[in-house]
Structure formats: structure tokens, C-alpha cells
């Protein structure tokens, strides 16, 4: 599939100097999956799909709060990306919104609930008394 056959929901650029978007961070969101491309002649690329993440963070520090950027960090249940960056990016609680609702209807889909997400406590199943030394 031709990367012009793909249906970005949202797609930005990693923020610079002054919130402009002079990097080669490219990211995109498809409605399946969340792409990390990066470099200009080598170019590396890191999908990781909505329906493995546990959890996210958004970051607000001043320097990018100036200029209307955020950090959001997403923890993913994937081998080769356990946490996902996307850092300094436009309008990072719009975005937040929009990865919440992708994600949702990604777990609706596959019918996966935060239980089905989880490991077992300390590889042993809890009973009750879980501070207790076995």
C-alpha cells in the first residue's frame, strides 16, 4: 500500500526552535495505528497500533507552553517500543482528545477491556493479601 493510500486522521511535525517545524520527526495518526517517521535520506519508521496502549501522559513544560506545544507519552504494550514519545507537538490537548477516541474505538473493535492489558501481580495471581511475603 502507497503511503498516499493511507487516511491520516492527524499529522503533525516534531516542534523546534520557537514552536516551528523545522525537524524531519514526521507523525501520523491513522485510524488503526500511530507512525513515527524519522530522518530526510534514511528514513526510520515506528507504527505501533491503538489497541495495545495502556496508558498516556501529557506533558506541559513552560518553554513548550509558550509556544502553544506539549508532550503526550504513550505506554504501549509493544516489544520494540515499549513508550512512545511524541514530543513538542501543536494543540497537545486536541490531540490527547483525538488519541483517546481512536483508542476506544480500537479496543471496542477487538473487544479488549483494561483487564485483558494487565500480567498477573508478581507472577502469582493475588488472593486477597497481596503485601503478604509468600
Not at 74 to 83: E, G, H, I, M
Not at 109 to 114: A, D, S
Amino acid at each position: 500500500m502507497a503511503k498516499k493510500d493511507i487516511k491520516y486522521v492527524w499529522t503533525d511535525k516534531k516542534r523546534t526552535l520557537f514552536g516551528l517545524p523545522l525537524s524531519f520527526t514526521r507523525f501520523f495518526l491513522t485510524d488503526t495505528k500511530f507512525i513515527t517517521s524519522i530522518g530526510f535520506l534514511n528514513i526510520e519508521e515506528d507504527e505501533l497500533d491503538l489497541y495495545k496502549v495502556t496508558d498516556k501522559k501529557l506533558q506541559l513544560p513552560l518553554g513548550q507552553r509558550i509556544f502553544k506545544c506539549g508532550t503526550i507519552i504513550l505506554y504501549v504494550r509493544d516489544t520494540d517500543t515499549p513508550v512512545k514519545i511524541i514530543k513538542s507537538i501543536k494543540e497537545p490537548r486536541k490531540v490527547s482528545a483525538m488519541l483517546d477516541e481512536k483508542i476506544n474505538e480500537q479496543r471496542n473493535r477487538f473487544k479488549i477491556q483494561g483487564r485483558d492489558m494487565m500480567g498477573a501481580f508478581n507472577n502469582h495471581i493475588c488472593d486477597g493479601d497481596c503485601d503478604a511475603e509468600e
